[in-house]
């Protein structure tokens, strides 16, 4: 019998080449993987996961840190100065941290994903440094866990473990709110 010009042995064949490679495609789906790497220099710094870089072309990207979420920092009105929204305790710190690792420093940009701002996410490395990683272990931000695949999963659980147990920076606040939980609230309450 043939079927849209293929004979049952072929249609066999590639339903065994299926079943075998199922379960490969399925893992590759659910682990992280580089879309394209990019080298540039950062040239803004908004808060503690989010940078600016210019790459050699002059091209300005605007990057998220994969797989981290740090305390949002105050957001001011750029005509009146006014502050709109309040910001989380270690949120200025945060921002200066990142900034103080990369601000007008040549970085390596693994973009991951792109997020619904249209922004690059990615691992952010200065030479060998894991940047993301970083920001963890030091308490300036927390393991994004809703986001967040292999192979930097249990890496960055564990350095975020050991960042609690540590009490270091907002893990030493004892009413700690994740950013995530925060902006949630300010969206409800209105402000």
């Not at 989380?88 to 103080?100: A, C, F, I, T």
């Not at 991951?112 to 030091?138: A, T």
């Not at 700690?176 to 939980?181: I, M, N, T």
Request: proline letters at 5%.
């Amino acid at each position: 019998m043939v079927v849209f010009g293929w004979s049952m042995k072929t249609i066999a064949r590639i339903s065994a080449l299926l079943i075998l490679f199922l379960p490969i495609l399925i893992l590759a789906h659910h682990t992280l993987a580089t879309v394209h790497t990019v080298i540039g220099t950062v040239t803004k710094v908004s808060d503690g996961d989010s940078i600016q870089i210019t790459t050699p072309e002059q091209t300005n990207l605007k990057v998220r840190l994969y797989g981290i979420d740090a305390p949002e920092t105050p957001k001011v009105n750029n005509r009146t100065g006014q502050i709109n929204k309040p910001g989380q305790p270690y949120g200025q710190e945060s921002r200066k941290v990142l900034s103080d690792k990369l601000m007008g420093k040549a970085v390596k940009v693994d973009i991951v994903e792109f997020d619904k701002y249209k922004r690059s996410v990615c691992m952010v490395w200065l030479d060998d440094r894991n940047i993301n990683l970083e920001m963890i272990r030091e308490g300036f931000a927390e393991v994004f866990i809703e986001y967040l695949k292999e192979p930097y999963k249990a890496e960055f659980l564990k350095v975020e473990r050991e960042a609690r147990a540590a009490k270091r920076k907002i893990w030493s606040l004892p009413d700690y709110e994740r950013p995530r939980e925060f902006r949630k609230r300010l969206k409800v309450s209105g402000d």
